[in-house]
């Protein structure tokens, strides 16, 4: 069956340090992989895109990795800040149709 | 929430009663996607617009229909409530609907079903 499996847990990291969130995929072959961010109460914000065929991405202090031989990617927040709290979720689309499929999103917080 | 409002935000109705929700952009964006949010679930695809009077189902279209008569309404309708369907709905919009595509998201409707 199709699975988009992210970090189980709670994700919580000091203030100033690297967070890193997991995004691993099961029976997809998602020619585009994106980031969002949730606060409570409000939709998903869009972050990053990354293709298939892109490694690494970045914007200013968030980095994205796509490993399509691991199933992967990995979604990091350098020099983390309290506002940075929030849950984040990946979403999968395929090079055919027009629907994404999203993971149930991973629940930092960051500590002062 | 990029010129995109849903109405009602919140609403309690009993099992078996007919729910319309609305979702309505200011984007001019070809298409329109209605999720419902669950815990341990994630956001899931409930049925999408590629323009007026052009659907799609998604993955849990089961007791749902849409209507999209204008390009800027997108209509989400529960024919007989069940509790089941007890959750919050998020309507989503973008231009090319491609995965290269960013989506954008509104609000949220909090559905309670009695």
């Known amino acids: 069956s199709q699975k988009i499996e992210q970090n189980s847990e709670a994700l919580n990291i000091q203030e100033g340090k690297t967070a890193t969130l997991t995004c691993n995929y099961t029976?997809?072959?998602?020619?585009?992989l994106q980031w969002y961010r949730q606060d409570p109460g409000r939709g998903p914000v869009f972050l990053l895109l990354?293709?298939?065929?892109?490694k690494e991405k970045r914007k200013e202090r968030l980095k994205v990795t796509f490993d399509t031989t691991l199933k992967q990617s990995l979604f990091h927040i350098t020099a983390s800040q309290p506002a940075d709290s929030a849950t984040y979720l990946c979403?999968?689309?395929?090079?055919?149709?027009?629907?994404?499929?999203f993971g149930t999103g991973t629940s930092l917080t960051v500590i002062p | 929430d990029a010129g995109i409002t849903q109405s009602p935000r919140h609403k309690v109705t009993e099992t078996g009663t007919p729910v319309t929700l609305r979702c309505h952009q200011t984007e001019n964006h070809r298409y329109m996607y209605w999720y419902r949010q669950d815990p341990g679930h994630g956001l899931r695809l409930i049925h999408y617009?590629?323009?007026?009077?052009?659907?799609d189902k998604g993955e849990v279209s089961d007791g749902y229909s849409v209507s999209r008569s204008k390009t800027e309404d997108f209509l989400l309708t529960l024919e007989s409530a069940t509790s089941s369907q007890t959750s919050v709905y998020f309507c989503?919009?973008?231009?090319?609907?491609?995965?290269?595509?960013?989506?954008?998201f509104g609000p949220g409707t909090r559905l309670t079903v009695l």
């Open positions: 989503a919009i973008s231009d090319l609907g491609a995965g290269a595509d960013t989506q954008y």
């Open positions: 617009s590629y323009g007026v009077k052009d659907t």
């Open positions: 990354i293709r298939e065929n892109e």
């Open positions: 979403a999968l689309a395929q090079n055919t149709g027009n629907q994404f499929y």
């Open positions: 029976n997809y072959s998602p020619a585009y």
